[in-house]
């Protein structure tokens, strides 16, 4: 088993509005390249589906003024 630390960050921003979501310096256990892949691709997409729940938050809050 290999450790591999990381940093990995996401962004959106349309209209002057912005959300960002960043993970350092995480450690990713892998036996190989294809999995350490995998794992990376993993924390990605919670990356994404995070910032783009925020993102709507924010765009909600926008609209309610």
């Known amino acids: 088993m290999k ?3 990381i940093n990995v960050g996401l962004a959106i921003s349309r209209n002057f509005n912005k ?3 960043d993970i350092i310096d995480e450690a990713i256990e892998h036996n190989s390249d294809e999995e350490f892949k995998a794992k990376v691709r993993q924390k990605f ?21």
């Open 3 to 5: 450790t591999t630390k």
């Open 19 to 21: 959300v960002t979501l």
């Open 45 to 65: 997409n919670l990356l994404r589906t995070e910032v783009d729940l925020e993102f709507e938050k924010m765009n909600r809050q926008d609209k309610d003024g």
